[in-house]
Every structure is written in structure tokens, then in C-alpha cells.
């Protein structure tokens, strides 16, 4: 298979976490990628590089202030009085109307949702390379390859339009599934990262043409906590185009593989043209968030699944955090893929 790649990733290096109030250094590390990257090599997949195409993708699905924010966020950050060199906001909108600010520190806030998107120097930079990935490999598979993997670093899917959240800040999976819909009636995106989608979710939220199904963690107990749920199924014209199919905390291969059961019934109804897969590792049993516990067999046989439906389909990487399996899920799904093709 094809794997896109840029090296870019590695000056985003995000040093800030806080877990239960303790402040931690962030799990979405350059390792991953180059782990991720060793492994793909390793297993005999071919490596492309990402093609340059600046902001153009990433302005399909983002806003003109999100994407400017982003752009200068580090820079005029780092010309304020006594500040860290990342960007994390210390106010929040949140629930009530409340008005765009012209303050940096404002503008923080109004679009890094949690404490989990911290924007460093090289943070605009990694972001557009890594939209650039999943720009690229959309375009592999609009030029008539069946399948390409985006190896994404930073991750995307609980970017929204305008909010940066949860190590996330372009949304990859929605840019590549944004880009297949140029040519496609109708594009499908199932996420199997333990995450719900939330990002993703809402940039669909009340589209018809873009089916968007989740399977996770359920967010009663776990992140993102106020999307993910089951009743929330799009809105207006989007009005039953979003499925969510949270498992318990803690599940392991039979529910998850039986959620993607449902999700491919429901993918099938839908009848796409062309599929998106937002390729979390991190339901792994030996992933550090500890979220779902899901076996390499799993994830074998959970891609096996999904390349059975025969669509042309692009693999976006988002989570997956460091352990001995990392690289080694993503043989595994990339394997099962290819066998049922
Ligand atoms: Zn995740």
C-alpha cells in the first residue's frame, strides 16, 4: 500500500498535558510517526511524500479566522509579558453567547477547546504538512488507487471547523473526506480511534452527502465527554447522516468488531462511493490511554472487514500513542486490509 509521509511533523512537539490537574508531558510525541513510519517500511509498504498544496485543502473545512489564529498564535504569543512557549488559553467562552475577541489571549481561548491542544513554534507548520498528507493521499485515490495510508502526525479528528482540541488542529480525516466529495456523490467516514470523532462529527453535522460514523469509548466515562453519544444522529438536512456506536470502557475485540458490523450495515445502506477511515490505534489493549482493549487480531480483522465493502478508501492516521504494539497494529491493520481486497 501506499504510504504518504512528510517529516515536517517532527516540530511540533507538544510538551504540555494535564491529567486529573498534574501536569504531564503530552503522549502525542515525534515517536509516534516515526514508529509508525519504521514499522510500514519494515513490513514492505512503499513510502511517498506529501505534495505541497499550503492552506487551500485545510480552507475547505476551516474557517479564515481559525486558519489565521492558528498562523500567528505562537508568534504573538511569545511577545507577551511573562508568557510559555505554547499557547494555551487560561479563559474559555463556553456555553454562552459571547463575542470573537481581538485579544490573543481571547482568540486562544475561543478556539483551543481543552488543555490538550497546546500551540507551540512549529505547530502551524506540522499541522499544514500533515493536512498536506491527507491531501496527497486523497488525491492518490482520486487518481484511481484503491487505497493510500495518510500517515498523519499531529492527528485531526477532534479538530472542528473553527476549535483546535485533544492534540488536534486541521481535521485531516474531514480535509481528505472534503476532497474525495469534489468527485464523489457520496463519501462514508468510520472512526475506530477510541476517541469519538467529535471534530469530525461536527463538520458534517447537518450534511446529507457525508455519512459519519464513530466507534469509541464511550464518553460517559471518557473524552471528549459532551459528543459521542448515542443520540446524536446530525442535524436539518444531515438529520440521521451521524452514527455513534460507544462501547463500554474497557471492551475488547468482540463488541468492537461487532460495532463494526453495525457500522458497515450502516455504510452499505448509505451506499458511498468512496470511504474515509479515521485509523486510531489507540483502542489497543496496550495503548497508554487505556480506553478500549483491542488485540492486533482485532485490528487485523476489523480492516478486513472494512476492505471487504471494495470501496475506494483512504486510511487517516489520528491516534495511537507509544507502546511495544504501536507499530505493530498498524502492520496488522494494513495486513488484514490487503488480504481481502
Ligand atoms: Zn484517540
Same mark, same amino acid.
Not at 471518557?222 to 442535524?235: C, R
Given at each position: 500500500?501506499?504510504i504518504v509521509y512528510s517529516d515536517k511533523h517532527a516540530?511540533?512537539?507538544?510538551?504540555?498535558?494535564?491529567?486529573? %490537574?498534574?501536569?504531564?508531558?503530552?503522549?502525542?510525541?515525534?515517536?509516534?510517526?516515526?514508529?509508525?513510519?519504521?514499522?510500514?517500511?519494515? #513490513?514492505?509498504?512503499?513510502?511517498?511524500?506529501?505534495?505541497?498544496?499550503?492552506?487551500?485543502?485545510?480552507?475547505?473545512? /476551516?474557517?479564515?479566522? *481559525?486558519?489565521?489564529?492558528?498562523?500567528?498564535? #505562537?508568534?504573538?504569543?511569545?511577545?507577551?509579558?511573562?508568557?510559555?512557549?505554547?499557547?494555551?488559553?487560561?479563559?474559555?467562552?463556553?456555553? *454562552?453567547?459571547?463575542?470573537?475577541?481581538?485579544?490573543?489571549?481571547?482568540? #486562544?481561548?475561543?478556539?483551543?477547546?481543552?488543555?490538550?491542544?497546546?500551540?507551540?513554534?512549529?505547530?502551524?507548520?506540522?499541522?499544514?504538512? !500533515?493536512?498536506?498528507?491527507?491531501?496527497?493521499?486523497? $488525491?492518490?485515490?482520486?487518481?484511481?488507487?484503491?487505497?493510500? *495510508?495518510?500517515?498523519?502526525?499531529?492527528?485531526?479528528?477532534?479538530?472542528?471547523?473553527?476549535?483546535?482540541?485533544?492534540?488536534?488542529?486541521?481535521?485531516?480525516?474531514?480535509?481528505?473526506?472534503?476532497?474525495?466529495?469534489?468527485? /464523489?456523490?457520496?463519501?462514508?467516514?468510520?472512526?475506530? $480511534?477510541? /476517541?469519538?470523532?467529535?471534530?469530525?462529527?461536527?463538520?458534517?453535522?447537518?450534511?446529507?452527502?457525508?455519512?459519519?460514523?464513530?466507534?469509541?469509548? $464511550?464518553?460517559?466515562?471518557?473524552?471528549?465527554?459532551?459528543?459521542?453519544?448515542?443520540?446524536?444522529?446530525?442535524?436539518?438536512?444531515?438529520?440521521?447522516?451521524?452514527?455513534?456506536?460507544?462501547?463500554?470502557?474497557?471492551?475488547?475485540?468482540?463488541?468492537? +468488531?461487532?460495532?463494526?458490523?453495525?457500522?458497515?450495515?450502516?455504510?452499505?445502506?448509505?451506499?458511498?462511493?468512496?470511504?474515509?477511515?479515521?485509523? %486510531?490505534?489507540?483502542?489497543?489493549?496496550?495503548?497508554?490511554?487505556?480506553? +478500549?482493549?483491542?488485540?492486533?487480531?482485532?485490528?487485523?480483522?476489523?480492516?478486513?472487514?472494512? #476492505?471487504?465493502?471494495?470501496?475506494?478508501?483512504? +486510511?487517516?492516521?489520528?491516534?495511537?500513542?507509544? !507502546?511495544? $504494539?504501536?507499530?505493530?497494529?498498524?502492520?496488522?491493520?494494513?495486513?488484514?486490509?490487503?488480504?481481502?481486497?
Amino acid at each position: 500500500m501506499k504510504i504518504v509521509y512528510s517529516d515536517k511533523h517532527a516540530v511540533h512537539d507538544p510538551q504540555t498535558f494535564f491529567v486529573r %490537574g498534574v501536569k504531564q508531558r503530552s503522549a502525542e510525541q515525534p515517536e509516534r510517526a516515526t514508529r509508525l513510519l519504521a514499522a510500514a517500511k519494515d #513490513a514492505g509498504h512503499e513510502i511517498v511524500g506529501a505534495k505541497v498544496y499550503g492552506a487551500g485543502p485545510a480552507a475547505a473545512v /476551516h474557517t479564515p479566522d *481559525y486558519l489565521d489564529f492558528l498562523q500567528v498564535a #505562537a508568534r504573538e504569543w511569545a511577545r507577551l509579558p511573562n508568557a510559555s512557549t505554547e499557547v494555551i488559553p487560561n479563559v474559555h467562552p463556553a456555553r *454562552y453567547a459571547a463575542t470573537y475577541p481581538k485579544a490573543l489571549a481571547g482568540r #486562544a481561548g475561543w478556539h483551543q477547546a481543552d488543555l490538550a491542544c497546546p500551540i507551540g513554534p512549529g505547530t502551524w507548520d506540522a499541522a499544514l504538512a !500533515s493536512s498536506e498528507v491527507a491531501a496527497t493521499a486523497a $488525491d492518490l485515490v482520486l487518481d484511481g488507487f484503491r487505497e493510500a *495510508y495518510a500517515l498523519c502526525r499531529p492527528p485531526g479528528h477532534h479538530a472542528y471547523a473553527d476549535m483546535a482540541g485533544g492534540f488536534c488542529f486541521l481535521n485531516n480525516t474531514a480535509i481528505a473526506a472534503r476532497r474525495l466529495r469534489g468527485r /464523489h456523490e457520496r463519501v462514508a467516514i468510520l472512526d475506530v $480511534d477510541v /476517541h469519538h470523532g467529535n471534530g469530525t462529527q461536527g463538520i458534517f453535522y447537518d450534511r446529507p452527502d457525508v455519512l459519519t460514523v464513530s466507534i469509541h469509548a $464511550d464518553p460517559a466515562n471518557y473524552y471528549p465527554y459532551f459528543w459521542g453519544h448515542a443520540h446524536e444522529t446530525g442535524a436539518g438536512a444531515g438529520h440521521g447522516f451521524n452514527l455513534n456506536l460507544p462501547q463500554p470502557v474497557g471492551s475488547g475485540d468482540g463488541p468492537w +468488531l461487532a460495532a463494526g458490523d453495525a457500522a458497515l450495515q450502516r455504510i452499505r445502506e448509505f451506499a458511498p462511493t468512496a470511504l474515509v477511515i479515521a485509523l %486510531g490505534l489507540d483502542a489497543s489493549e496496550s495503548d497508554p490511554l487505556q480506553g +478500549l482493549k483491542v488485540t492486533g487480531a482485532g485490528f487485523h480483522a476489523m480492516a478486513g472487514k472494512i #476492505a471487504a465493502l471494495g470501496l475506494p478508501t483512504l +486510511l487517516v492516521q489520528e491516534g495511537g500513542y507509544l !507502546s511495544d $504494539d504501536l507499530g505493530r497494529n498498524l502492520v496488522q491493520f494494513l495486513s488484514g486490509f490487503e488480504q481481502a481486497r
